[in-house]
């Protein structure tokens, strides 16, 4: 779950790795820039020379006795003036060539920047639209007989504390399921205080908590088994605040044991009865942040930006996001993404207000599974 810990050092190693070929290729372009040059000015220069040199007289071949020595002078500079054009003339069209492309270049780095730029305007505006929707949410909380109203990241905050009471509440079906799951891992002084609680199977001793739990293993089927546990717990439909309190504290002790299956259902039950109350909230906040790391992914996940939009999300906001990725309405694609980026990497920091309490190799599990 650790991010790289030194992304900006590698990303320099790459660029600097890919600027070396062009290092290369501009000293040889340098260089035949100089050859050329050098190669005009000696051809020039050796002009002046070539008339003595070629029509000197030896004693093979006197070249005055071959015509008028200006034809003769003339034929032996012109073919060395001519060359030494063409390749001034090619050096000229080369610097122009090169003149053209650095241009194009600037053209281009300066587009580059401007379009950085313009992206970069972007993602803050969207980063205070996110912001922009805590500070204008306001939440009812229910206190026993008071009510408060929250505003701004207040709201956040009573926000958070409810997503709690609705996990202690779908804890009950995580503890019934515990029966129907693994009935023969619950030790027999938990049955007898669930069965207590109940006040309907008439199970009064830890013997006969045990004959109870060694009736429900011995049935085969989730249905069966599921059947007898109305017998003795009764019906779920009906309220029993002793049973709830009950099943609730072996749920928390038992949570990180049982099947992920069994715990992302209450997950999913949170989230659901927390959208129906809050859903203009809840769905907008949570298409903003998915827009927002989909909008990074686009560009080349912007380590700048990465770091910002992370180091920007309260506690609160961790935790209204674990439980919309560990729901139904989240996308496949946006759970990849938040893996990828670490974006719950400090959820940590919210521990103790996760059903359970789970310690740090225990959230890291829970994690990988809600993210897979």
């Not at 996760?354 to 599990?365: A, R, S, V, Y």
Request: proline share 2%; charged share 20%; glycine share 4%.
């Amino acid at each position: 779950m650790q991010r790289n810990s030194s992304p900006t050092t590698s990303n320099y190693s790459r660029n600097e790795a890919r600027k070396l070929p062009r290092r290369k290729a501009d000293k040889i372009r340098d260089a035949l820039v100089i050859l050329l040059i050098v190669l005009s000015l000696g051809l020039v220069v050796f002009s002046f020379y070539a008339p003595t040199y070629f029509t000197g007289k030896t004693e093979y071949k006197d070249y005055l006795l071959t015509g008028t020595i200006g034809d003769t002078i003339g034929g032996v500079m012109n073919p060395f003036i001519a060359l030494a054009g063409v390749f001034i003339t090619f050096l000229a069209f080369y610097m122009q060539f090169r003149a053209n492309k650095l241009q194009v270049q600037l053209f281009t780095q300066a587009q580059n920047e401007q379009n950085y730029l313009l992206k970069e305007q972007l993602f803050f505006r969207l980063i205070d639209n996110l912001n922009q929707r805590i500070i204008n949410f306001s939440f009812t909380e229910h206190l026993n007989e008071n009510t408060v109203t929250h505003t701004s990241y207040r709201s956040m905050d009573a926000l958070a504390r409810d997503f709690s009471r609705r996990m202690n509440a779908a804890s009950k079906l995580v503890g019934k399921g515990l029966f129907v799951e693994m009935p023969e891992a619950i030790p027999a002084k938990w049955v007898l205080s669930v069965c207590q609680a109940s006040l309907i199977g008439n199970i009064y001793d830890e013997k006969q908590a045990l004959e109870l739990r060694e009736k429900i293993t011995a049935l085969p089927t989730v249905g069966e088994r599921t059947e007898l546990i109305k017998k003795y717990f009764g019906d779920p439909r009906r309220t029993n605040s002793m049973l709830d309190a009950e099943l609730a504290r072996l749920a928390a002790a038992f949570f990180y044991t049982c099947s992920f299956e069994l715990r992302k259902e209450a997950y999913g039950m949170v989230y659901t009865n927390a959208y129906r109350n809050l859903g203009n909230f809840l769905d907008g906040y949570t298409k903003n942040i998915a827009y927002l790391i989909d909008f990074i992914y686009k560009n080349g996940q912007h380590e700048f930006f990465l770091d910002y939009l992370i180091s920007n999300l309260s506690n609160q906001e961790l935790l209204l996001i674990f439980y919309f990725c560990a729901s139904d309405r989240s996308t496949e694609k946006f759970r990849n993404q938040v893996r990828e980026i670490g974006l719950l990497n400090n959820l940590a920091n919210m521990k103790e207000a996760l059903f359970g309490k789970p310690d740090t190799k225990q959230l890291e599990k829970e994690l990988s599974l809600i993210l897979a």
